[in-house]
Structures are given as C-alpha cells and as structure tokens.
C-alpha cells in the first residue's frame, strides 16, 4: 500500500514537472502562450536586418513547415505557428567578413487561426518574449498592433514577410 | 495463406520504399552518406557571408544540439553531425533594407568521430552535395582537403566556425 502511494506521488510529481516545463514563460498580455518546444523546430527561412544590425532564424512547427515546404502559404493554413529569433549581430570569429549572432534579442511568433484571430484583421495572433528570461513583451491585450501595423506591407502575402528558403 | 503473402510483401516493399527514401542521395566520393532528415534537425547558428554574398543556417543533429545548448563544443562530442545549407543573398520582400536567402547552393556537412576520422588530422568527416538534386561534390576521396584548408583558421575552435548562437 504504502508502495502504490509512493508511485502515485511519482506520478503527480513527474505531471506537475512537466507542466511546469512547458509553461516556463508568462503568457504574453493578449493571453496567449510561448510554445513549448520551440527551440527546436525545423527552419523555415533567415534574414539579416541591415537597418537595425540584427540576424533572424524564422522557424516553424509542424504545420508551418509542412505547408512552407509545400508551397501552401497564401493563405498559410489553421494551426501554423512561425517562431523568430532575433540577435544582435556580430562579426564572426575566423571569418572577418561574415556576419553571425551575437547576444539574444527576443523571440517572436504568429499563431495562425483564421477564426481565432479574425477581430485584430490578420487572421494570426502575435506575441513577443524578451531576452533569455522570456519576458512577455508589451502592457495590455493591445500589444498586437505594433505587430500588425509593421507587417502591413506584406499582408497580401498573408502578413509574413519571410518567404520559405529552398531546402535541400 | 495467399493473404499472409500479400500482406508480406507489403512488408517488404514498405521497408525497401523506407530504405529508398532515407538514401536518395549518392554518397560523396569519401564514402560519406547525407544523413537522412537533416532538413529538420534544431538550429546551431546562421552567418551571412558578405564576401561571397551568401547566406547559411547551421542544423545539428541531435548529439549536436545537445553539445551546443551545454556548451560542450571543444571538442565537440563522437556522434556530432552538423550540417549547413547555404543559399545566394536577396533583398527582403517587403523589406528593402534587410537581406534573405534566394536559390540554393548547396548543403554541407560535418560528421565528428575522433577515431574514424583521425587519419584526415581534424576527426571530422567532411561531404557536400550540390542544390535540389543534391549530387556529390568533388571528384575522389580527397574532397575533404578543401574543406579542411578552409577550416584552417578554427582548428582550436574543433574547426567549427559557429559559435552556438543562444536560444531564448
């Protein structure tokens, strides 16, 4: 008896350590939530900003590079999710004339969901977490509009700029 | 009876499409195969090359990734492949001042196994295969050369030129 107890205490312990993994980060002002797992999503593109010196991996989740891959992103489909990751950017040591990450900025996602989301006009929600700590960024559910206003020039792509890389 | 048949068959046919699939590559003329999959592995770093105008993002495999997020990376651990796909520089879409990647040039890679690879001086194996249709660079087994010189500047750095680039 006192072994089933100790099993089901297991038990609990490993679920409320497991949520609690998954859920590392505070939900940004509009409600919605970092995804787990992130970090570790296929790539679905990169870019170099010139105007503000920073480097970006544009990742996705399974949705999301399902339908890059396959060409299917105007609109992209319910249930993608695209992560940014933004860096400073810094010479890279060895090779003078490239550029490479240097310290974190922030990351960055869009959750598509044509229903969800209808009322802000993108079809997509959007949320930013700041630094290594991943600090939920801006003060109240409107955060979303400094998004959209900045990706308006490519809202007749789906308001994405980054066109998926040609993978091998 | 003719029914176990079909179903063995089905099988066999399965298997050899699944071992097709994982081998559509030739190998490189060192022998070296592309692993399987690579396109979805976890993101190392990216860099952007402004002397050759390209772009790159590094993937590992995941003994790769692992050594990179802990920081174990000299030497890098048995076991460790990285990969880098390296594409042609465009302007952004949407975004005149930032750059992103246009066509695919070819997709690289580094395979670390300080006993197998010992007699080449680096412990690293080294392959390449060009564009979509992803043919083998090079023309015998002494490709690696090339990629070695090259190299050359990071060899106290495991001859890995990324540094990890830090994830949120």
Do not use: T
Request: glycine share 8%; charged share 25%; with cysteine.
């Amino acid at each position: 008896m006192r072994r089933h107890c100790v099993l089901a205490l297991g038990f609990v312990l490993a679920f409320a350590a497991a949520a609690w993994a998954a859920d590392l980060a505070a939900p940004s002002p509009n409600g919605l939530k970092m995804p787990p797992g992130f970090e570790n999503w296929a790539v679905i593109s990169i870019s170099h900003r010139l105007d503000n010196k920073s480097m970006r991996v544009i990742l996705g989740n399974d949705v999301a590079v399902k339908a890059a891959r396959g060409g299917r992103i105007n609109p992209w489909p319910d249930g993608a999710i695209l992560a940014k990751v933004v860096w400073k950017e810094k010479p890279e040591e060895g090779w003078p004339d490239a550029i490479a990450p240097d310290a974190l900025v922030h990351a960055e996602f869009m959750y598509k969901d044509s229903k969800r989301f209808a009322a802000n006009g993108s079809g997509w929600g959007w949320a930013r977490w700041l630094g290594k700590e991943r600090r939920p960024y801006g003060q109240d559910a409107g955060v979303e509009g400094e998004c959209i206003r900045c990706h308006a020039p490519v809202r007749d792509r789906d308001w994405v700029f980054s066109v998926p890389a040609p993978m091998p």
